[in-house]
């Protein structure tokens, strides 16, 4: 049971990690609105070396995008591809309710956000990030960042007036 709630979490998460890496490389502003245009040939590169996930980056492609457009989107793949699919329909409602997934996504979004730069000036495939963040929760300071993450809220040291 633990094995498949982990299996889940990792399929779960990759695909909102996707999602925001198709964002990050490929959403282009035209005019008031943002787009993902991806090239034919790197949506098959993807369905090829990532099968599940190469399905969301083609049904993203060419679509405008908002932030509710977009979490729409992956909530509506997720529900297609896992839910009742690959795991019991009550699984990944578990898993993107639990802390483990909160603080998976937190870790990630402080990962991008630190290395920006880097990203942004030398352009990586999904595996390629995958392997950098997994390189760098590691690392002194991703183990304090998951610590502090999954460090329960200490609503102790409120103070009384």
């Not at 633990?2 to 964002?23: G, M, N, P, S, Y």
């Not at 920006?116 to 995958?130: A, G, H, I, R, S």
Request: proline residues 2%; glycine residues 4%.
């Amino acid at each position: 049971m633990a094995d498949q709630f982990k299996q889940a979490l990792k399929d779960v998460t990759d695909i909102c990690k996707f999602e925001f890496w198709l964002r990050f490389y490929y959403m282009v502003k035209e005019g008031d609105e943002h787009k993902i245009t991806i090239s034919e040939s790197d949506v098959a590169t993807m369905k090829q070396d990532l099968p599940l996930l190469g399905g969301l980056a083609a049904e993203m492609n060419n679509e405008v995008m908002t932030p509710e457009k977009s979490q729409q989107k992956i909530m509506d793949f997720i529900q297609n591809r896992l839910d009742g699919e690959r795991y019991d329909m009550t699984r990944i409602l578990s898993v993107l309710n639990s802390k483990s997934y909160q603080v998976e996504m937190n870790a990630f979004h402080m990962w991008v956000e630190a290395h920006e730069d880097q990203l942004e000036d030398n352009p990586m495939n999904f595996t390629e990030w995958m392997q950098l963040f997994e390189a760098w929760k590691r690392t002194g300071k991703g183990q304090e960042v998951l610590q502090t993450l999954s460090s329960p809220q200490d609503d102790s040291q409120e103070t009384t007036h």
